[in-house]
């Protein structure tokens, strides 16, 4: 956490590692259902993920009740 934000690196290195920050967010995310989660399309922007590298590696998070996630990420989630 970082203020009101919860931060997930994309950019200094693989799809594992990005996976790894992913799994810490979703612990965190669970452990704390009294706050809300907005997540964005993280990782596919100008770090150059394709959604469908991104999006299931919310699986775990798309079931909590305090995520949101990007209508793309629930398209290939679903």
């Known amino acids: 956490m970082t203020g009101r ?4 690196p994309t950019m200094d290195g693989s799809l594992d590692i990005i ?3 992913v799994d810490d967010f979703t612990e ?4 704390h259902p ?10 596919c922007g100008i770090a150059g993920w394709k959604d469908s590298e991104i999006a ?4 775990k998070a798309s079931e909590l009740g305090n ?3 990007p209508e793309e990420f629930w398209k290939i989630l679903q």
């Open 67 to 69: 995520v949101t996630l």
């Open 5 to 8: 934000c919860y931060a997930i």
């Open 28 to 31: 965190y995310a669970a452990a």
């Open 19 to 21: 996976r790894k920050h």
């Open 56 to 59: 299931p590696l919310f699986g």
């Open 34 to 43: 009294e706050l809300t989660f907005l997540v964005t399309r993280i990782g």
